[in-house]
């Protein structure tokens, strides 16, 4: 019998962290959910324990695949899950204490295809960020969230009715990172109303050792700019040229990101990420908003090199406040 709500959590190698990440979900005492696990070919302990879990709570199912990635993780969940919705669920994060019956409640009493709700982004166990829904007069659409403020594409901050993911062929690019900003905006931009939770249901735990966002690499940068082409392609082709603006606008700022990383690389490395720069610059040009408005005007003067070590100074005197 199927569910209201699957939870699908990708799991490789987090042993010491995803007891955390389940026991937010499992002080709840409705049954109307599912917890998937999918151990993505662990080789620590992770298994074990979630198995053991699994053995004492019947709603946490595990399923083993070899490993694939975050993406074919979240795939394979889509794709096993009973829920009417779906909410992916990193397995070194939670969720707030008391938001998943929260959750259960707005999908229970409402009829949306996607709901969107808060978060608190933790750093070395102190909040750095907190993040609600914005209000707006209207239809909450994604062109109107967009122009009020720069949006974030964490997959994991929605609840998606799995219908309407599926039925749409919406699922994570395999192979690649930064498949929250490829996949999300081509499903919000279907959607006449993203509904809004107005709570902070959601504890993102950033810069754990290994993610993506510890450290600057080259693959990830490399990834970055092969999804702004793709998004490019994407948002270009889009019949609504207000949506058309706004996205290609929020998916700029992904460049500068990039571009602001070049300093850390040497060599090779150096010459590889610059001439992918080189190659996704004409993005810049659809920068309208922002403190990158300004280094938009600065390429063409000084040159992507110099802007960039401008960027990385900027970066290191800001490093004890950034996040």
């Known amino acids: 019998m199927g569910k209201l709500l699957s939870i699908v959590i990708p799991v490789y190698n987090t042993y010491s962290l995803i007891e955390r990440c389940l026991d937010s979900l499992l002080k709840s005492k409705e049954n109307c959910f ?3 696990i999918i151990n993505d070919g662990s080789t620590d302990n992770s298994l074990l324990l979630c198995e053991q879990i699994s053995a004492i709570d019947k ?59 808060g978060y608190k982004t933790i750093k070395n166990g102190k909040t750095v960020e907190e993040y609600l829904p ?4 209207g239809e909450r659409t994604l062109a109107n969230i967009l122009e009020k403020t720069h949006f974030r594409w964490y997959a994991w901050k929605y609840l998606f009715r799995k219908s309407f993911l599926v039925s749409n062929g919406l699922f994570f ?19 006449s109303h993203i509904a809004p939770i107005m709570i902070e249901a959601y504890e993102y735990q950033l810069g754990r050792p290994g993610s993506i966002t510890s450290k600057p690499n080259l693959k990830n940068e490399l990834n970055r700019l092969t999804t702004v082409k793709k998004n490019f392609e994407f948002f270009d082709s889009l019949s609504d040229r207000r949506l058309k603006m706004e996205l290609l606008n929020n998916i700029s700022k992904e460049f ?12 090779e490395e150096k010459k590889t990420l610059l001439k992918e720069l080189k190659g996704t610059k004409f993005i810049v040009k659809y920068t309208k908003n922002g403190k990158q408005k300004i280094v938009r005007f600065l390429i063409p003067l000084f040159g992507l090199r110099i802007v960039a070590k401008l960027l990385h100074f900027r970066r290191m005197v800001k490093k004890h406040d950034s996040f």
């Open 34 to 36: 599912e917890v998937l």
């Open 59 to 117: 709603r946490v199912k595990v399923f083993t695949k070899t490993n694939g990635g975050l993406s074919s993780a979240r795939n394979y969940g889509i794709n096993v899950s009973t829920g009417e919705y779906i909410q992916f669920l990193d397995s070194d994060d939670c969720l707030a204490n008391g938001a998943i019956d929260i959750l259960i409640d707005h999908a229970k009493n409402c009829d949306f295809d996607v709901y969107e709700f």
């Open 134 to 137: 914005i209000q707006i007069d």
């Open 173 to 191: 690019p395999e192979g690649i990172n930064y498949e929250d900003v490829y996949l999300i905006p081509r499903a919000l931009s279907l959607v």
């Open 256 to 267: 500068y990101a990039s571009l602001s990383s070049y300093s850390f690389f040497a060599g």
